[in-house]
Structures are given as structure tokens and as C-alpha cells.
T-cell receptor, first 119, second 113 residues
Framework: NAGVMQNPRHLVRRRGQEARLRCSPM?????VYWYRQLPEEGLKFMVY????????ESGMPKERFSAEFPKEGPSILRIQQVVRGDSAAYFC?????????????????FGEGSRLTVL | AQSVTQLGSHVSVSEGALVLLRCNYS??????LFWYVQYPNQGLQLLLK??????LVKGINGFEAEFKKSETSFHLTKPSAHMSDAAEYFC???????????FGTGTRLTVIP
């Protein structure tokens, strides 16, 4: 079984460019989460999505950041007009639908991350 | 509100020595608690989880953690450290069916030969 797949693993952008990070959840998972990890810090929640719906975006910066999880295809985290402070590792995680048999409450399955460097 | 505090951003132990990584949580309802491990340039891997069953939880790679409600703690231990245990360890909490996990700032474990 494939795990959570993220690409690209590494992305370099110049200030003002756009960054697009993709995440394909584990098979059978319908919930996707994005976290950001800044150097020497823990993971900070950004957004929680289900197919075609943003459920919780309380951790998303108000400007330049957006996320989607379309009916078909991967979830995408989009950062417009990147600045140096956006340099970080962005992790995607997925979980099964709530209430499914065998679900461990709250457990998330993480991808290997996308490391964004803004020059 | 829910949060976790990990005391000690860096912990060093000798190979073969006891590993103790501290985690205290704050939650207004019974929490679910997790320890994840992150190896360099990799994602997070679940070590173990507490979901209101047994208070002593055993995980992978010989790690275990004990949920102590009176101390609001969920410390991670391993009797004998291996070189391969060198990594970053994160404690996380989810309570009240929240939409996400709240992570501590992590503890970097160094194992000295």
C-alpha cells in the first residue's frame, strides 16, 4: 500500500514566484491535512480538507496561501508571491473517514514532506 | 484549548542508557495522545498512541509511554538507547474530536557511542 505521497520533495523559488505543493493521500483516506514546520520548530496546523471542501483553515495565513482537494486528483497547497519567511517543510497527512472500522481516533499518516526554499 | 509542552529541546544519552523524553499536555476533555518520530529529511512516523485504553502504551522500536492523568503527562521512555534512535521526537494531542493534532516543539535525541 502506498503511503501519503508528496511532491515535489524539494522546491526552490525566488521571491515573488508561486509555489505549488501536491499531496496524494493514502488509499481509502478522504481527509487531508497540511502542516508547516519551520526550522527548529514543531509542526503547525494549517488546513484540513475533505474532497471538495475546506473543513478547517484556522491555521492558514490570511493572504497568499490557499489549499484545495478536488474531486479528482491530489490536494494542492498554493503559495503565491513567496517570501523568504515561507521557507519551510510542508507536510501533508491523511486519515480515513471518521467512524470507519479500525480507525484510531486522531491518528494521522504523514508524507515525507516538501521542502520549500525561497531565495 | 489543548496544547502540549515538551521539556528539553535537546536530549543526549549514551548508547545503552535510559531514554526519557518528557511531554505534558493541556486539555479540557480526555485526550488522545501520540508520539511521533522524525528522522532527518523524512516525514513523521507514529511511535505509539494513547486512546483511553491501557495507560501504559507500548510502541515500536522498544518505546513505551505512560499516561498519567494526575500529572497531565505522557512521557516517552526506552530502557536502552540505540544509535538508530537518534531523531526528533514529537508529542501530539487531539481532544474532543478536534480537526487536527496539536504538536509540541519537538525533542532532538542524540545518542552518544
Amino acid at each position: 500500500n502506498a503511503g501519503v505521497m508528496q511532491n515535489p520533495r524539494h522546491l526552490v523559488r525566488r521571491r515573488g514566484q508561486e509555489a505549488r505543493l501536491r499531496c496524494s493521500p493514502m488509499k481509502g483516506h478522504s481527509h487531508v491535512y497540511w502542516y508547516r514546520q519551520l526550522p527548529e520548530e514543531g509542526l503547525k496546523f494549517m488546513v484540513y480538507l475533505q474532497k471538495e471542501n475546506i473543513i478547517d483553515e484556522s491555521g492558514m495565513p490570511k493572504e497568499r496561501f490557499s489549499a484545495e482537494f478536488p474531486k479528482e486528483g491530489p490536494s494542492i497547497l498554493r503559495i503565491q508571491q513567496v517570501v523568504r519567511g515561507d521557507s519551510a517543510a510542508y507536510f501533508c497527512a491523511s486519515s480515513p473517514p471518521r467512524g470507519s472500522a479500525g480507525v484510531s481516533s486522531g491518528e494521522l499518516f504523514f508524507g515525507e514532506g516538501s521542502r520549500l526554499t525561497v531565495l | 484549548a489543548q496544547s502540549v509542552t515538551q521539556l528539553g529541546s535537546h536530549v543526549s544519552v549514551s548508547e545503552g542508557a535510559l531514554v526519557l523524553l518528557r511531554c505534558n499536555y493541556s486539555s479540557s476533555v480526555p485526550p488522545y495522545l501520540f508520539w511521533y518520530v522524525q528522522y532527518p529529511n523524512q516525514g513523521l512516523q507514529l511511535l505509539l498512541k494513547y486512546t483511553s485504553a491501557a495507560t501504559l502504551v507500548k510502541g515500536i522500536n522498544g518505546f513505551e509511554a505512560e499516561f498519567k492523568k494526575s500529572e497531565t503527562s505522557f512521557h516517552l521512555t526506552k530502557p536502552s538507547a540505540h544509535m538508530s534512535d537518534a531523531a526528533e521526537y514529537f508529542c501530539a494531542v487531539n481532544s474532543g474530536g478536534a480537526n487536527n493534532l496539536f504538536f509540541g516543539t519537538g525533542t532532538r535525541l542524540t545518542v552518544i557511542p
